[in-house]
């Protein structure tokens, strides 16, 4: 939570022109948001993911109101309010839903591939010790720690024509669920799938989406905050490891899976700008 989760948010509230003192609570809507996402959710967790919904919406009118009366400035939430697609500009409620997707989109998956990827480098010492011998490697193990992690658990398609697949016929019209973690498992597509090889090259694995049309519009950026983060932390805390023998509980939500929390201890540095 101290790590993770305040990078990502920082960036895309940025892109979106939200106000810094407004993070924190974009931030709790979205956990809010995610943990009604599961068949076990607690009626507690309903009712905070219910209230998290009107809040955000409420807030997003606001905001949308505000940029319409503004010419158009820099920021994505502008960007969106006054463009225009065959002469026609979108609505709020496509507003409300295309900022929410991008919040949460580049929010809830880097934060989860963060914490999931530190936890299996200090998991597999070996694999770790080659990314602090050589961090040239981190771009090459950013890759395969999107393939261990797969925060973003599944998504649906609609067929648009008949299509015969392994023996099954898929329709046109009818509904494909799309299970990523299973596809970047697939041992016909990974040799030794289930080891974790901050050297796998290659690796097609469909974190972001798999291809075309529905591939991640942020897959650059996260891949850029991956890379950055990992070179920041093995650079500065090289001894990183748990503090707690017990799982780290994760996510409850059948969307967006990811470590929640992952208590760690290293040997404290001097800090920047500090005199020897």
């Known amino acids: 939570a101290e790590i993770a989760a305040p990078l990502p948010m920082i960036l895309i509230g940025d892109m979106l022109g939200v106000q810094p003192e407004d993070r924190d609570t974009l931030l709790r809507w979205s956990d809010d948001l995610l943990g009604g996402l599961s068949t076990s959710a607690s009626p507690e967790a309903l009712a905070s993911a219910a209230r998290a919904a009107g809040e955000y919406v409420a ?75 050589d961090p040239r490697r ?29 023996g099954q016929t898929i329709r046109e019209g009818e509904k494909v669920l799309l299970l990523y973690p299973s596809g970047n498992r697939d041992r016909r597509a990974f040799p030794e799938p289930t080891r974790f090889d901050v050297e796998r090259t290659p690796n097609e694995h469909v974190a972001f ?3 075309g049309a529905h591939f991640c519009l942020g897959a650059s950026l996260a891949r850029l905050e991956l890379r950055v983060m990992f070179e920041e932390l093995l650079a500065r805390l ?16 059948n969307f967006i899976v990811g470590v929640e929390r992952l208590p760690v201890r290293f040997t404290p540095g001097r800090r920047l700008g500090a005199s020897v």
């Open 59 to 133: 807030y997003a009118r606001r905001v949308i109101a505000d940029r319409r009366a503004r010419p158009p400035q820099e920021d994505l939430m502008s960007v969106l309010v006054h463009a225009e697609i065959e002469g026609e500009r979108l609505d709020d409620e496509a507003l409300i839903q295309e900022s929410l997707l991008i919040l949460v989109g580049g929010d809830e998956t880097s934060r989860h591939v963060i914490s999931g990827g530190m936890l299996a480098l200090m998991r597999h010492p070996d694999e770790r010790r080659k990314l602090l011998a």
């Open 138 to 166: 981190i771009p090459v193990a950013v890759e395969e720690m999107l393939r261990w992690v797969t925060p973003i658990q599944n998504m649906s398609r609609t067929a648009t024509c008949d299509v015969e697949r392994r």
């Open 209 to 211: 989406g798999g291809y």
């Open 238 to 253: 090289p001894d990183l490891e748990l503090a707690s023998e017990e799982e780290p509980p994760l996510r409850p939500s």
